[in-house]
């Protein structure tokens, strides 16, 4: 799963950033801010309801 900043989000969870580890919570539908630290890159999610 590759995400970028700025997409739709496909399903609730936490975007775990691939350049520095930080993470940011989305809801689905909401759009993926950059990480804390202005990265755009999310290698994977975690956190997700229901699974």
């Known amino acids: 799963m ?3 900043a700025g997409e739709a989000a ?8 691939t350049e520095c580890g930080e993470k940011v919570h989305v809801k689905k539908g909401d ?21």
């Open 2 to 4: 590759v995400a970028h």
């Open 31 to 51: 759009k993926i801010p950059k990480c804390p630290n202005g990265h755009t890159t999310f290698g994977s999610r975690t956190g997700e309801p229901g699974r």
């Open 10 to 17: 496909r399903e609730t969870g936490v975007f775990h950033c």
